[in-house]
């Protein structure tokens, strides 16, 4: 779900009354601007407002709906008073004003406003090509046409058997791929990623492609997995590729996330600053810290941004943080430093 354009759904279409209502706020009225209510619990009439602005930005007088924490809005009251996750609480929304999570709000744009969109997308740094395009649910049955199959290439790669079965890994005869599905926040089936079942590869052969191709800027992988050991530790490493995540789950280390690539989407910033836990970054060797920085950067103020940078050089130049337990545990104990 596209967390912006849902909210210019909400303002266009007056949805503020009734998402309110959903939750039991009561003794709703309309103000210059915004609106007041009491909490489902509370009798105090002008407790809550809610700003007819971009934001939707809500304030609860009586409540700390979000840990003194960045900005709330209307989401975050959501979640506070139906004690569910963010991700969770877009969807109970979606369904609170009838439309689908995975709907696309460009569907209808002309093509004119699609082009003008995408370039202020560019200008806001936000590069990836593929973050224009929505996000779909495939049919759960496309896993079928693969074997469940763990496979000990992974497992000399620090990946456990019992990692591998939790994350559906399987196996495609036609392509000799290795099958890793993606699976978005909610834990639907948005697609699936081949890695060639061979050590060594010729020169015109990818290590990795999509099998079932996905709109990569608009996941964190694993978090349909990983997103309760992230709320417990309040930390989120943040892995590049999809192994990190499978790596550390195998160590022990289960509150991880990746993001298919060193380059990252407004959308992803948005996801990880709704996680509201710390950010460290545990990117690969070529990765350098003016890099990190300027990805730090976008974060909003009040979000915590950590990274592992391998100042005592313990990998090699290829080597990814978690490709080693011994140096994944050295680099988190000493190697981890405050970049915003």
């Not at 990814?320 to 000493?334: A, G, H, M, V, Y």
């Amino acid at each position: 779900m596209d967390i912006q354009n849902l909210k210019q759904y909400i303002l266009e279409n007056n949805k503020i009354p009734m998402i309110l209502e959903s939750i039991e706020c009561h003794h709703i009225q309309h103000k210059d601007g915004y609106f007041i209510c009491a909490n489902p619990d509370g009798d105090n009439k002008s407790a809550i407002q809610v700003y007819e602005n971009e934001s939707l930005i809500t304030i609860d007088h009586t409540r700390d709906i979000n840990h003194e924490k960045n900005n709330s809005d209307l989401f975050t009251l959501v979640e506070f008073f139906k004690k569910i996750s963010f991700f969770d609480s877009l969807k109970f929304i979606c369904d609170c004003i009838g439309i689908d999570y995975y709907h696309d709000f460009d569907e209808d744009l002309p093509e004119s406003l699609k082009l003008t969109k995408l370039i202020l997308q560019m200008e806001q740094g936000d590069n990836s090509n593929n973050d224009e395009k929505p996000l779909k649910p495939i049919s759960e049955k496309i896993l079928s046409y693969y074997h469940s199959y763990v496979n000990d290439m992974f497992k000399y790669d620090g990946i456990s058997y019992k990692t591998q079965k939790l994350f559906e890994i399987g196996y495609d005869d036609d392509s000799n791929r290795i099958t890793i599905p993606i699976r978005d926040e909610l834990g639907t089936l948005v697609g699936v990623k081949g890695r060639l079942f061979k050590k060594e590869l010729d020169e015109d052969e990818l290590k990795y492609l999509y099998i079932e191709s996905t709109c990569r800027s608009k996941i964190l992988y694993g978090l349909n997995i990983t997103y309760k050991f992230i709320k417990e530790k309040q930390s989120v490493f943040i892995f590049e590729a999809e192994k990190g995540v499978l790596q550390t789950f195998s160590y022990g280390y289960c509150n991880s996330i990746a993001t298919g690539g060193k380059r990252i989407s407004n959308h992803q910033i948005e996801m990880l600053t709704r996680l509201c836990v710390d950010i460290v970054f545990a990117f690969d060797q070529d990765v350098d810290k003016d890099e990190i920085e300027e990805l730090a950067n976008r974060f909003v103020n009040g979000v915590n941004v950590y990274a592992i940078i391998d100042k005592n050089h313990l990998l090699d130049s290829k080597e990814s943080p978690s490709d080693n337990r011994s140096k994944w545990e050295t680099l988190i104990k000493q190697n981890v430093y405050k970049i915003k």
